[in-house]
């Protein structure tokens, strides 16, 4: 078997992206995803693409099961098991709100109610020394309250989260024991191996999300490798994990954090992809039908977080590529607000309806169906064909929110996209120029189903001098999946001022990580030597949040913790605008990652064998109508330069080039459109 597959199961569409390793075939499809059921629409692009399922070796699919069920607190009944007098923690949470005179502001629920908080009778100081030892009757007592709860509530999963079990585990680990003899099969999951970090809060809400989210993920792989094996699949399932690596889907299910933001990360590897040939600096914007998603990488790598916010309040411990979600799709929904004001998304007609063009029963104005009233979409080769727009059920829903607006429904629509492309612009912002980094040295990548009609837009606005959008850029994310690596990630809180360094003990907790990865990525079949990088998170002593810096030496030295903490004070100048010059440093946590490369797939090249443009009238701001040419992007071969406004047309992806904007095709087939770079733009 030589057959490697990557499927992106998104909001609107599930893409596959499929290569043989040893012919060099390749396969793809593009199809409506399932939301109730999403290994049908998995199923289907298999069927679609007519993928040899008996000649596939590994399936690598990125899901969003996750994050719907945690967004629709669709998850299981969680028992959680505190240290006694810490159960009501949960619903504390922090003091800080959104905006900090938002009085009306309501703390988000989290994924529990009070009375399925339990307290243990224990006690463990921060230095690890045992207050009030867990004894036998202490265990007997919580699995008696335990049982009853199951009994009378239907509790599914237990989360343990003990007070600093980060730092002596034996707690919990004796807990944990008692309720597998007691209770066999009910998921548990302990605080010291879901979050071994400090906070007690941010650790505890992550055990509860890893009970909550447990059953459902190990029923989804389950179904997952049951449905293939019954299609006749025979070769490896593997899920997409949210720090963009990947994992075997049994064991993925047993960590479901790590698969939270799984739908997210294949595009930002893509993205990444596509795009190093052209810079290390890279911007990637995912818009698909439901929502666009924006990453950073520099230096030639995505940036990773420590966590990531649900909603404001409920933050999660996780290893995740650092990106900024919005409800910017082609599904998403114009409409007006109380004051009258003009609103785009984030509520998305998604895959069902759809848009009022889908001919599907959706009848709310969509930023897709603004495009097809701008002539930006060609209604008769959607999908290379396989679904035809209805240009008069969109004209209707952009009519009737013309007559709202008391606009022409030309001037409704170019208003949808201006608003749509602003939400876009704030999203890329929040991510470079509210941290201080410029985006005008970076090249915007777009991709998405629907990422090429906005890039350009976007890039003037920012000042971004390049964009470039991949071949095939509506199946980038499946492509991801498809060249994603092995990747482990690991973290422990070390607690030192930089003035008063261990550096054995540090470097010590350093080797352990190390080869707890290893480890891991052995597990998985990785046989040779990973790339590893070591991170401090690191703070001033006082306060309360950290920065990643790398640490570039093992074994680890003084000196090179005392490059870290110089590095940390000029980010923190470059984030807030000073340092502290002379100031001791905190070390907090350290984390270490390894990465087993694969070998990424070639992406498919464009052969420039289509025929002549054809031309079609497209409306640009200010109503301004003209006649542009329409390219088939099979019919554009490497080294091709054209100026705009021109539209380029392929099965998955439509690319505007607005006036004044000059277009290159490189040679593996990607677009590159470069602002203003033609007289007169």
Not at 647 to 654: A, L, M, R
């Amino acid at each position: 078997m030589s057959l490697r597959v990557g499927v992106d199961t998104g909001g609107t569409f599930t893409d596959l992206v499929g290569r043989d390793t040893r012919t060099g075939a390749t396969y793809s499809a593009k199809v409506p995803s399932t939301p109730a059921d999403p290994l049908q629409a998995v199923l289907g692009a298999f069927e679609r693409a007519a993928v040899p399922l008996g000649e596939v070796e590994l399936l690598v699919l990125g899901t969003t099961v996750g994050t719907n069920a945690l967004i629709e607190r669709r998850g299981a009944r969680v028992a959680y098991l505190t240290t006694e007098g810490f159960e009501d923690i949960p619903f504390i949470q922090r003091g800080n709100r959104p905006h900090q005179y938002a009085f009306d502001w309501v703390k988000p629920k989290p994924f529990l109610e009070r009375w399925q908080c339990l307290g243990v009778a224990e006690r463990t100081l921060y230095d690890g020394t045992a207050l009030r030892p867990l004894d036998g009757d202490a265990v007997a007592r919580a699995v008696a309250a335990l049982g009853a709860l199951i009994e009378a509530e239907g509790i599914e999963a237990a989360a343990v989260s003990l007070l600093h079990s980060y730092v002596d585990p034996s707690h919990e680990l004796a807990l944990e024991a008692g309720l597998r003899e007691a209770f066999p099969g009910l998921p548990v999951s302990l605080s010291h191996r879901v979050a071994p970090v400090w906070r007690e809060y941010e650790r505890g809400l992550s055990t509860i999300a890893d009970a909550y989210l447990k059953p459902l993920l190990s029923s989804f792989a389950t179904a997952l490798e049951e449905g293939l094996a019954a299609v006749g699949f025979g070769g490896r399932s593997a899920l997409l994990r949210s720090n963009g690596g990947t994992r075997l889907a049994p064991e993925a299910a047993e960590a479901p954090l790590d698969l939270l933001l799984s739908g997210l990360a294949g595009g930002v590897i893509g993205g990444r992809h596509y795009g190093l040939p052209e810079s290390g600096e890279l911007i990637t914007l995912d818009m698909g039908g439901t929502s666009c998603d924006v990453a950073i990488v520099e230096g030639g790598d995505y940036r990773l977080a420590p966590s990531y916010e649900v909603e404001f309040g409920l933050p999660l411990i996780f290893p995740t590529i650092e990106l900024t979600t919005i409800g910017a799709g082609g599904g998403s929904i114009a409409w007006l607000d109380r004051g009258g004001f003009l609103r785009v998304g984030p509520r998305s007609a998604g895959a069902e309806p759809g848009p009022a063009c889908y001919g599907h029963g959706g009848t709310e104005p969509t930023v897709t169906d603004a495009n097809l009233v701008l002539g930006r979409l060609n209604p008769e080769y959607f999908l290379g064909g396989a679904m035809r727009l209805d240009v008069d059920a969109a004209e209707r829903a952009i009519g009737r929110l013309a007559a709202e607006l008391g606009c022409s429904p030309r001037a409704a629509a170019l208003a949808v996209i201006e608003i749509a492309d602003e939400n876009m612009v704030a999203a890329i912002g929040e991510r470079t120029v509210e941290i201080g980094i410029d985006p005008r040295r970076f090249t915007l990548v777009a991709f998405g189903g629907a990422g090429g009609l906005h890039g350009a837009a976007l890039a003037r606005r920012l000042g971004i001098g390049r964009v470039l959008v991949p071949p095939h850029p509506g199946l980038c994310s499946a492509f991801g999946a498809l060249s994603a690596d092995l990747r482990s990630d690991r973290i422990s809180t070390v607690r030192m001022r930089s003035d008063a360094i261990d550096v054995a003990r540090l470097d010590a907790r350093v080797g352990e990580l190390v080869e707890e990865a290893r480890a891991e990525l052995a597990a998985e079949g990785f046989a040779g030597e990973p790339r590893l990088r070591t991170r401090l998170a690191m703070r001033y002593l006082g306060q309360n949040y950290e920065h990643e810096v790398e640490l570039p030496e093992q074994p680890v030295t003084a000196a090179a913790v005392a490059a870290a903490a110089e590095r940390f004070e000029a980010l923190h100048e470059q984030f807030y605008g000073y340092q502290l010059g002379g100031e001791a440093v905190e070390l907090v946590q350290v984390s270490v990652t390894a990465v087993g490369s694969s070998e990424p797939p070639t992406g498919g090249r464009i052969d420039g064998s289509a025929g002549p443009p054809s031309r079609r009238p497209v409306v640009f701001a200010g109503e301004v109508t003209g006649e542009v040419e329409v390219h088939r992007r099979a019919a554009l071969a490497a080294g091709t330069r054209l100026a705009g406004p021109l539209i380029v047309e392929e099965p998955d992806g439509t690319t505007l080039v607005g006036p004044g904007d000059g277009l290159l095709v490189r040679a593996d087939g990607s677009l590159v459109i470069e602002i203003g770079q033609i007289e007169g733009g």
